[in-house]
T-cell receptor, first 114, second 114 residues
Framework: SAVISQKPSRDICQRGTSLTIQCQVDSQVTMMFWYRQQPGQSLTLIATANQGSEATYESGFVIDKFPISRPNLTFSTLTVSNMSPEDSSIYLC???????????FGDGTRLSIL | AQSVAQPEDQVNVAEGNPLTVKCTYSVSGNPYLFWYVQYPNRGLQFLLKYITGDNLVKGSYGFEAEFNKSQTSFHLKKPSALVSDSALYFCAVRERSSASKIIFGSGTRLSIRP
């Protein structure tokens, strides 16, 4: 298992601004993911954060809106750019060792856009 | 393509009664199966997993899950529910390939009344 620290835990932002969310893991891990979740709903995968290369985005998500960095095997950031009220959601990072290992999640960032 | 279904949005059970949260999947081969729980303002927490062998898997907090290959199901169970079990539960599946991602179900809200 791993300890995953995600910051900030919540924020209230103004329309048109950007926010960067940080995810720190206490051990090296190959796969890191970023998800979006509406309260009480299922997870939607935004992208896979690849170390040393550009992130792999899922359909409906683009780099200009959700730039991701992965400078090393223990850290990643997700930026939500030019925010609108539709971006109000919970953003979760997770780590995965693949095979039969379960994913582990941070506690999420609860984002509200005014 | 792999998929997982949780047919019930909500399950209501009286404290002390047994509970079941249903999950069915569609994956080629013999997948890895997982259950997660999400408490308010927290990320997803791993409960248990099925890899191979005994069809009844025991996990955290007294939960267990029964794998049924013929019905492609992996239902979560607990003999005696507690009010503190009230949370959002997710079933997840992964194909037996090192490159495959975990796919999450839509989630089931479990409500335990005193």
């Amino acid at each position: 298992s791993a300890v995953i620290s995600q910051k900030p835990s919540r924020d209230i932002c103004q329309r048109g601004t950007s926010l960067t969310i940080q995810c720190q893991v206490d051990s090296q891990v190959t796969m890191m993911f970023w998800y979006r979740q509406q309260p009480g709903q299922s997870l939607t995968l935004i992208a896979t954060a690849n170390q040393g290369s550009e992130a792999t985005y899922e359909s409906g998500f683009v780099i200009d809106k959700f730039p991701i960095s992965r400078p090393n095997l223990t850290f990643s950031t997700l930026t939500v750019s030019n925010m609108s009220p539709e971006d109000s959601s919970i953003y979760l990072c997770s780590v995965d060792w693949g095979d039969h290992q379960p994913q582990h999640f941070g506690d999420g960032t609860r984002l509200s856009i005014l | 393509a792999q998929s997982v279904a949780q047919p019930e949005d909500q399950v209501n059970v009286a404290e002390g009664n047994p509970l079941t949260v249903k999950c069915t999947y569609s994956v080629s081969g013999n997948p890895y199966l997982f259950w997660y729980v999400q408490y308010p303002n927290r990320g997803l927490q791993f409960l248990l997993k099925y890899i191979t062998g005994d069809n009844l898997v025991k996990g955290s907090y007294g939960f267990e899950a029964e794998f049924n290959k013929s019905q492609t199901s992996f239902h979560l169970k607990k003999p005696s529910a507690l009010v503190s079990d009230s949370a959002l539960y997710f079933c997840a599946v992964r194909e037996r390939s090192s490159a495959s991602k975990i796919i999450f179900g839509s989630g089931t809200r479990l409500s335990i009344r005193p």
